[in-house]
Nanobody, 115 residues
Framework: VHLVESGGGLVQPGGSLRLSCAASGFTFSSSAMSWARQGPGKGLEWVSGIHSDGITYYADSMKGRFTISRANAKNTLYLQIDSLKPEDTAYYYC??????????WGQGTQVIVSS
């Protein structure tokens, strides 16, 4: 399994980012996938999940500004984050599996929200 996140960076409050996760080494199209994050000095936090059929799930605190999606033809998972806030500053991780059944993690991409 190989999960490689990209798309992080420094962004001003109110801005948007689209994170990507390139997946390989497993059958992406039939796999549930998730995004998690860890902010500075904080614990791991589940953000969102998407099943192989496209059904999506969000942590209550993530509803509204976060959109998870997948492109099975490209073996790629996405996370669109809008109206970014300083508290969104974190490493964002791509996860193979659901939050309750995590199989593997990527190395993360850093998002810094600051003016």
């Amino acid at each position: 399994v190989h999960l490689v996140e990209s798309g992080g960076g420094l962004v001003q409050p109110g801005g948007s980012l689209r994170l990507s996760c390139a997946a390989s080494g497993f059958t992406f199209s039939s796999s549930a996938m998730s995004w998690a994050r860890q902010g500075p000095g904080k614990g791991l936090e589940w953000v969102s999940g998407i099943h192989s059929d496209g059904i999506t799930y969000y942590a209550d605190s993530m509803k509204g500004r976060f959109t998870i999606s997948r492109a099975n033809a490209k073996n790629t998972l996405y996370l669109q984050i809008d109206s970014l806030k300083p508290e969104d500053t974190a490493y964002y991780y791509c996860v193979l599996g659901t939050w309750s059944n995590q199989e593997d993690w990527g190395q993360g991409t850093q998002v810094i929200v600051s003016s």
